[in-house]
């Protein structure tokens, strides 16, 4: 189970940071993902880290600007995101990839608006 959490109606140029709590799998072994949607778009690749937390991976949009981050110990991943634009907004779910199959959180709002 993935639950995120920390979505809230920011001002443009603000910082958030998002959490994701996993739970019913072994997650250290596990590299976790960021995807975000927007409305009206498909979904978009956001950030990954690799299971030891040395590996990370940004998509261009949010290169520089968010910082993907785990810790093992919380079974948590986390996704600091600063200097946030309008096109920012959009729901932000975690996601694992085990045994093959891709699993989801239930997503978290982020509305970047002044």
């Known amino acids: 189970q993935l639950v995120e959490s920390g979505g809230v109606l920011v001002q443009p140029g603000g910082s958030l940071r998002l959490s994701c709590a996993a739970s019913?799998?072994?997650?250290?072994?596990?590299?976790m993902s960021w995807v975000r949607q927007a409305p009206g778009k498909g979904p978009e690749w956001v950030s990954v880290i690799q299971s030891g937390g040395g590996g990370t991976v940004y998509a261009n949009s949010v290169k520089g600007r968010f910082t993907i981050s785990r810790d093992n110990a919380k079974n948590t991943v986390y996704l600091q995101m600063n200097s946030l634009k309008p096109e920012d907004t959009a729901v932000y779910y975690c996601?694992?990839?085990?045994?093959?199959?891709?699993?989801w959180g239930q997503g978290t709002q982020v509305t970047v608006s002044s």
């Open positions: 996601k694992v990839r085990e045994g093959g199959e891709d699993f």
């Open positions: 019913g799998f072994n997650f250290g072994r596990y590299a």
